[in-house]
């Protein structure tokens, strides 16, 4: 079979990144999650669209809830720990969660296994979107170029 032609691709061939934008006294617990940014490759502009592999042991991220943006997640592979406000649940590969935009749903994905876990995750990219970090002292805006910039959460910079 011969290879995808544009705009299919194989999302394989994306380059993977375990980079975060999260201040660096906060992001070693990210390092274990890599990402293809699937939806840049395609040239998506209004929604992101993530390739998350997390290692055991990893997060995907801090437990977090969206003020302005919908998020997302389809667990391909293995088994990963979803926690939330309502505590913690196991979903296995063909769960999905959603979490509304301004709903408060805190959340996050923890590996707890010894195989990686594979996600596909999905959200908006709505300009000034706010992010709160109920478990740590972080708070998030999205800044007009679409980049994240944090403070702690009396907004003092890190």
């Given amino acids: 079979m011969a290879a995808p032609q544009m705009p299919a691709f194989d999302p394989f061939d ?31 502009t209004h929604f992101g669209v993530n390739l998350t592999r997390i290692e055991p042991g990893g997060q995907s991220s801090y437990r977090h809830a969206h003020l302005t943006q919908d998020e997302f997640v389809w667990v391909l592979e293995g088994e990963v720990v979803m926690e939330t406000n309502a505590g913690a649940q196991v979903l296995a590969a063909g769960t999905c969660a959603g979490f509304p935009a301004g ?56």
Avoid: I, Q
């Fill in 14 to 44: 994306v380059a993977e990144s375990n980079a975060t934008s999260y201040p660096e006294a906060l992001a070693e617990p990210n390092r274990h999650r890599w990402n293809r940014k699937l939806g840049d490759y395609a040239g998506l």
């Fill in 103 to 158: 709903g408060g749903e805190a959340h996050r994905f923890v590996n707890r296994t010894k195989s990686d876990v594979l996600l596909l995750v999905v959200g908006d990219r709505t300009p000034g979107e706010v992010v709160t970090y109920p478990d740590v002292d972080l708070a998030g805006r999205m800044d007009d170029d679409g980049r994240y910039r944090f403070t702690h959460k009396d907004g003092t910079p890190y």
